[in-house]
């Protein structure tokens, strides 16, 4: 039954777990030195009254 194939996506990659952990760990300060600054703040709140009125519809 060829037509019951997977096709996979030639940009789906599968990345080690390991290699997740570490990225998390190098940006999770990154992103809390962002939101921790008055400029990330205020990009934060502009991101949550953009999206937060579609998600009402």
Do not use: C, V
């Amino acid at each position: 039954m060829a037509s019951q194939q997977k096709h996979q996506n030639p940009y789906e990659i599968e990345l080690p777990q390991s290699i997740i952990d570490s990225f998390a760990r190098f940006l999770a300060p990154e992103i809390q030195k962002l939101y921790a600054s008055e400029e990330g703040r205020k990009e934060l709140e502009t991101w949550k009254k953009k999206y937060s009125d579609k998600s009402q519809e």
